[in-house]
């Protein structure tokens, strides 16, 4: 298979670390959104859920559909691969156990409430379900917002390189 050269790996970081300022700042947008939600008023709850549904679908979704396609050709097109170090191969593989949190905790919870508020209106406040999904996902964030910070110490320390004889 064709590896990328030097040029193409230019692009493919600059690439990259914009898909990344997308999917991190998207989260730590609508993290910040969320913690100023009056939860006692239904307009202003049902409007910060519907600004971090969009958040979600429109900036974060893309920086992580796009993380991932770059992961992949950084995988495949280069001489990096998925585990040829073993700091890569965690990288990609907490990316993907972040992905799946994100799809399948995050995003289920914040849709699951959205429709509560929008079939409940302010019945939806009190209803222990949105409560409990509220504070699940929230904590599902904060799991993903660790995990990013991990990724990216990694990223720069490159730990457990092979040490030379």
């Known amino acids: 298979m064709r590896k990328i050269g030097p040029k193409g790996l230019r692009w493919l970081k600059m690439i990259h670390v914009f898909l990344v300022v997308l999917f991190f700042?998207?989260?730590?947008?609508?993290?910040?959104?969320?913690l100023h939600i009056d939860f006692t008023r239904y307009d202003e709850a049902y409007l910060g859920y519907k600004n971090i549904v969009?958040?979600?679908?429109?900036?974060?979704?893309?920086?992580?559909?796009?993380?991932?396609?770059?992961?992949?050709?950084?995988?495949?097109?280069?001489n990096w691969g998925f585990f040829k170090?073993?700091?890569?191969?965690?990288?990609?593989?907490?990316?993907?156990?972040?992905?799946?949190?994100?799809?399948?905790?995050?995003?289920?919870?914040?849709?699951?409430?959205?429709?509560?508020?929008?079939?409940?209106?302010?019945?939806?406040?009190?209803?222990?379900?949105?409560?409990?999904?509220?504070?699940?996902?929230?904590?599902a964030v904060y799991f993903q917002i660790a995990v990013t910070i991990f990724i990216f110490i990694i990223s720069f320390l490159r730990p457990w390189k092979k040490k030379k004889v």
């Open 25 to 34: 700042g998207g989260i730590l947008s609508s993290v910040a959104l969320n």
């Open 85 to 139: 170090h073993r700091w890569v191969g965690v990288k990609f593989i907490l990316y993907i156990i972040q992905t799946v949190v994100g799809i399948f905790i995050v995003d289920e919870l914040m849709m699951e409430n959205m429709e509560l508020l929008e079939m409940q209106k302010e019945a939806a406040l009190s209803n222990p379900e949105f409560i409990q999904n509220h504070l699940i996902r929230q904590y």
């Open 54 to 78: 969009t958040i979600s679908d429109q900036i974060v979704r893309w920086g992580a559909i796009g993380t991932l396609l770059v992961g992949f050709t950084y995988g495949f097109f280069t």
